[in-house]
């Protein structure tokens, strides 16, 4: 059940639930936009590694 359906009731246990699972997607998406934007700003940078390089 999807909350634009009408037989969807807000007690406790879909508050709950409706709240970890934004949270969790909340904090995924936080962190891969992070990523995406740090990859962004490194290449533009020239900050990115480079083939001919060895450790």
Request: proline share 2%.
């Given at each position: 059940?999807?909350?634009?359906?009408?037989?969807w009731i807000?007690?406790?246990?879909?508050?709950?639930?409706?709240?970890?699972?934004?949270?969790?997607?909340?904090?995924?998406?936080?962190?891969?936009?992070?990523?995406?934007?740090?990859?962004?700003?490194?290449?533009?940078?020239?900050?990115?590694?480079?083939?001919?390089?060895?450790?």
């Amino acid at each position: 059940m999807f909350p634009f359906n009408f037989e969807w009731i807000w007690d406790i246990s879909h508050l709950v639930f409706m709240g970890g699972l934004w949270y969790a997607l909340g904090i995924i998406g936080t962190g891969m936009g992070y990523c995406i934007i740090k990859t962004i700003s490194d290449t533009a940078q020239g900050k990115g590694a480079h083939h001919d390089e060895h450790h």
